[in-house]
């Protein structure tokens, strides 16, 4: 498996601009979380996703955040409009059922100017 | 509410020892730990779920003290390649929410 794929890797956009992260996870991993991390606040969880529905979204810090995984597959996080407050970068992760390890997507870089 | 790691940053030499140590304020079921380098995603080093076990990964080996609510990480005769920064990720029971701690920065120098 190519591990959990995040796209793009670097994104630039400008305040108020629609931006969309995409993830694939590891394919028979159940359990699929957002992470957003910056020097101030270290790794927040944002949401997670159970066998594709969302079990906690309360890291998502205002409703122009939004994240959805339609499949097993794929999950996207948006932010609409974005902020220069925005930038950080997002990280997908997927475990497989139980307590094991995490694995990390390389995650996107986002620079809202 | 995300556990809080010890210290902050720490510098060494080469073959030195280091403890980082991950305090949570919830009742936890289990600990993780990762290792990150800059501009790299989080790699995984080990898991411990309740029950006090200590495990071992190489030359780094890590305790779970579930009813202090903490975890320790020990790193033994530390290599360059050990700097980074350490994230201990932890979940309570029945969820697999991982919140993960503020971060330790290492640094170990020749």
């Known amino acids: 498996d190519a591990g959990v794929i995040q796209s793009p890797r670097h994104e630039v956009t400008e305040m108020g601009q629609e931006v969309t992260l995409r993830c694939k996870p590891i394919s028979g991993h159940n359990s699929l979380f957002w992470y957003r991390q910056t020097m101030m606040r270290g790794l927040e969880l944002l949401i997670y996703f159970n066998n594709n529905v969302p079990i906690d979204d309360s890291g998502m810090p205002e409703d122009r955040f939004s994240a959805k995984m339609p499949n097993a597959s794929f999950s996207t996080l948006k932010i609409q409009p974005s902020e220069p407050r925005d930038s950080a970068v997002y990280f997908c992760?997927?475990?497989?059922?139980?307590?094991?390890?995490?694995?990390f997507g390389q995650g996107t870089r986002l620079t809202v100017v | 509410q995300q556990p809080v790691q010890s210290p902050q940053a720490v510098i060494l030499r080469e073959g030195e020892d280091a403890v980082i140590n991950c305090s949570s304020s919830?009742?936890?079921?289990?600990v993780h730990w990762y290792r990150q380098k800059h501009g790299e995603a989080p790699v995984f080093l080990m898991i411990?779920?309740?029950?006090?076990e200590q495990k071992g990964h190489e030359k780094i080996s890590a305790s779970f003290n579930e009813k202090k609510q903490q975890s320790s990480l020990y790193l033994t005769a530390s290599q360059l390649s050990y700097s980074g920064t350490y994230f201990c990720?932890?979940?309570?029971?029945?969820?697999?929410?991982?919140?993960f701690g503020t971060g330790t920065r290492l640094k170990v120098l020749a």
């Open positions: 990720g932890t979940a309570t029971s029945g969820t697999y929410k991982y919140i």
């Open positions: 919830k009742a936890l079921y289990s």
């Open positions: 411990l779920l309740k029950g006090g």
């Open positions: 992760a997927s475990i497989s059922d139980g307590n094991t390890e995490a694995f």
